[in-house]
């Protein structure tokens, strides 16, 4: 019998100083997510930001008003783009230095 699924795809990237890199992207709505990180709401933004990753932990996800995210550390800049329409990004910094997920979610 059919049912619905989804495919995750997890990349980390590494930064030599994740304190002064940024993620930048053109969104609709940062996703509300309660203590069991289920959606529990949406917080519209409907502009273009650039968030200073710092000290800050992130679990966050966030619909897109566009196919591009740029994530830009002091030594290099990367950029992702998606084919589909209605695109979400999550972002996630493990308790690793130095590390974060960039993760396009479709499911």
């Known amino acids: 019998k059919p049912f619905p699924f989804t495919v995750g795809w997890h990349p980390y990237f590494t930064s030599n100083n994740l ?4 993620l930048n992207m053109n969104c609709k ?5 309660g203590d069991r990180n289920i959606t529990t709401g949406t917080t519209p933004i409907h502009e273009n930001i650039s968030i200073k990753i710092r000290d800050e932990f ?8 566009s196919d591009e995210v740029v994530f830009k550390t002091p030594k290099y800049n990367l950029k992702f ?13 493990p308790p690793r230095k130095n590390t974060i997920a960039i993760e396009p979610t479709t499911g």
């Open 19 to 22: 304190f002064e890199s940024t």
């Open 29 to 33: 709505e940062k996703i509300i997510l």
């Open 58 to 65: 992130f679990d966050d996800c966030w619909m897109l008003n």
């Open 81 to 93: 783009n998606a084919t589909g329409n209605n695109n979400f990004i999550q972002a996630y910094t």
